[in-house]
């Protein structure tokens, strides 16, 4: 066969990073090298997760994390590749990760001026079973750059002040989304190259959709408004009667990824059993809400947006709802009316 011309100038991840550094005056490169490295983490564990039932690499670790969760052999694979490819790269000075309890400062002579946080990989109950799972980052740049002076003051910051985020979704293929503030992009790893190769150059979420994505089985302990939200979903309330789909992978990669491209509403409130919601403020909530928001869609705590919050601590929870403009605006209003 012939290769279609349009192939023969792939736009590639470190292309697209180039040209979003470019954009900015005066910067010189480091958030680009960073990103580079993220990249590169993700193609490691893109490879990992394709080969994990072969290499003796699924099952548990025999270990938990500060959130009493057992670890998988994989969370701790992809948490020491982020770790290593993060120092590496010379540009951070610390990195929050979900498997680790304390924050880790990085030491000369690899420190630079930017703070990763990171779900190396998210979705870990599906990595037995071959279903889709991912990888999460948010990025802050330190308070005071070059100073050498670094605190857990630098990372306690809301949502807002994130200057990137992104995920990796290792599904049927890998795909990188990416925002640097200025909308998102969505890349495709093209396994042939090894390279992540722009397909998706602008992603806008339409301001509806008809699928919700909750755990069902904690319906009992949800609150009268997420009742509420689900009972209309049901009965087509807002889509002239006809029920809305339910999909829920458990992975938030995955379902976000669908709610970006299909639009719709991904939920995982606060219920009587985990009262403050089970998803991380900074690095599972803030770069999927990031991301929802560039790409013209919206996320809530129930109340407010959900990047104005200030984490009280490095695995802090919240409630979040996120999604098509329409969806999460009407829960708001739930939320509202039932108090
Ligand atoms: P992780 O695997 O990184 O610990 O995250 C799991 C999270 C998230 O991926 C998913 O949306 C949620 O847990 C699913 O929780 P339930 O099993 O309670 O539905
Ligand atoms: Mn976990
Ligand atoms: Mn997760
Ligand atoms: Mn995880």
Same mark, same amino acid.
């Given at each position: 066969?012939?290769?279609?011309?349009?192939?023969?100038?792939?736009?590639?991840?470190?292309?697209?990073?180039?040209?979003?550094?470019?954009?900015? #005056?005066?910067?010189?490169?480091?958030?680009?090298?960073?990103? =580079? #490295?993220?990249?590169?983490?993700?193609?490691?564990?893109?490879?990992?997760?394709?080969?994990?039932?072969? #290499?003796?690499?699924?099952?548990?670790?025999? $270990?938990?994390?500060?959130?009493?969760?057992?670890?998988?052999?994989?969370?701790?694979?992809?948490?020491?590749?982020?770790? =290593?490819?993060?120092?590496?790269?010379?540009?951070?000075?610390?990195?929050?990760?979900?498997?680790?309890?304390?924050?880790?400062?990085?030491?000369?002579?690899?420190?630079?001026?930017?703070?990763?946080?990171?779900?190396?990989?998210?979705?870990?109950? =599906?990595?037995?079973?071959?279903?889709?799972?991912?990888?999460?980052?948010?990025?802050?740049?330190?308070?005071?750059?070059?100073?050498?002076?670094?605190?857990?003051?630098?990372?306690?910051? /809301?949502?807002?002040?994130?200057? #990137?985020?992104?995920?990796?979704?290792?599904?049927?293929?890998?795909?990188?989304?990416?925002?640097?503030?200025?909308?998102?992009?969505?890349?495709?790893?093209?396994?042939?190259?090894?390279?992540?190769?722009?397909?998706?150059? $602008?992603?806008?979420?339409? /301001?509806?959709?008809?699928?919700?994505?909750?755990?069902?089985?904690?319906?009992?302990?949800?609150?009268? *408004?997420?009742?509420?939200?689900?009972?209309?979903?049901?009965?087509?309330?807002?889509? =002239?009667?006809?029920?809305?789909?339910?999909?829920?992978?458990?992975?938030?990669? *995955?379902?976000?990824?669908?709610?970006?491209?299909?639009?719709?509403?991904?939920?995982? /409130? *606060?219920?009587?059993?985990? /009262?403050?919601?089970?998803?991380?403020?900074?690095?599972?909530?803030?770069?999927?809400?990031?991301?929802?928001?560039? *790409?013209?869609?919206?996320?809530?705590?129930?109340?407010?947006?959900?990047?104005?919050?200030?984490?009280?601590?490095?695995?802090?929870?919240?409630?979040?709802?996120?999604?098509?403009?329409?969806?999460?605006?009407?829960?708001?209003?739930?939320?509202?009316?039932?108090?």
């Amino acid at each position: 066969g012939t290769v279609a011309l349009e192939e023969t100038d792939p736009l590639t991840l470190s292309a697209w990073i180039l040209t979003q550094q470019h954009k900015s #005056a005066g910067a010189r490169g480091r958030l680009t090298v960073l990103l =580079n #490295a993220i990249g590169v983490g993700c193609k490691f564990v893109s490879s990992a997760v394709r080969r994990a039932g072969l #290499a003796g690499m699924m099952g548990m670790a025999g $270990s938990s994390n500060v959130q009493g969760e057992d670890q998988k052999k994989l969370d701790l694979v992809a948490n020491e590749v982020f770790k =290593n490819s993060l120092r590496r790269s010379g540009q951070c000075c610390i990195l929050i990760t979900e498997e680790e309890d304390e924050p880790i400062f990085i030491e000369e002579p690899h420190r630079g001026d930017y703070i990763v946080v990171f779900d190396p990989l998210d979705g870990s109950s =599906n990595i037995d079973c071959g279903v889709s799972v991912g990888t999460i980052f948010g990025i802050y740049k330190a308070k005071n750059p070059g100073s050498g002076n670094y605190s857990l003051e630098d990372v306690m910051r /809301p949502g807002t002040e994130m200057v #990137a985020a992104g995920y990796c979704m290792y599904g049927s293929m890998s795909y990188m989304m990416i925002t640097t503030g200025k909308g998102v992009a969505g890349f495709t790893l093209d396994p042939t190259l090894g390279e992540f190769v722009i397909t998706h150059p $602008s992603v806008q979420v339409p /301001p509806r959709g008809a699928i919700y994505s909750i755990n069902e089985g904690n319906a009992v302990n949800w609150d009268e *408004a997420t009742k509420k939200y689900v009972e209309e979903c049901k009965a087509g309330t807002f889509n =002239n009667g006809k029920p809305y789909s339910l999909r829920y992978v458990g992975s938030m990669v *995955a379902d976000v990824h669908r709610t970006l491209l299909y639009g719709g509403i991904f939920m995982y /409130p *606060a219920d009587k059993k985990s /009262p403050k919601g089970k998803l991380r403020v900074l690095y599972e909530c803030f770069p999927m809400a990031m991301l929802m928001e560039q *790409a013209g869609g919206k996320s809530t705590t129930g109340t407010a947006s959900s990047l104005g919050m200030v984490p009280d601590s490095i695995h802090a929870r919240a409630p979040i709802y996120l999604g098509s403009r329409e969806e999460v605006e009407r829960i708001e209003q739930l939320k509202k009316e039932c108090g």
